[in-house]
């Protein structure tokens, strides 16, 4: 009973990880874009 409390804690501590991956991955494509448009002017 313990261990499947613990493998639904991990499961949502690896859903948590990739929601914040993909923020991640979008600030980064929002920051070059802001880059390529400085550089453009």
Same mark, same amino acid.
């Given at each position: 009973?313990? $261990?499947?409390? $613990?493998? /639904?804690?991990?499961?949502?501590? &690896? &859903? @948590?990880?990739? /929601? *914040?991956?993909?923020?991640?991955? @979008? *600030?980064? $494509?929002? *920051? *070059?874009? &802001?880059?390529?448009? &400085? $550089? /453009?002017?």
């Amino acid at each position: 009973m313990a $261990q499947r409390g $613990q493998d /639904r804690r991990t499961e949502e501590t &690896e &859903e @948590q990880r990739n /929601r *914040r991956l993909a923020v991640m991955a @979008q *600030r980064g $494509q929002e *920051r *070059r874009a &802001e880059e390529t448009d &400085e $550089q /453009r002017n």
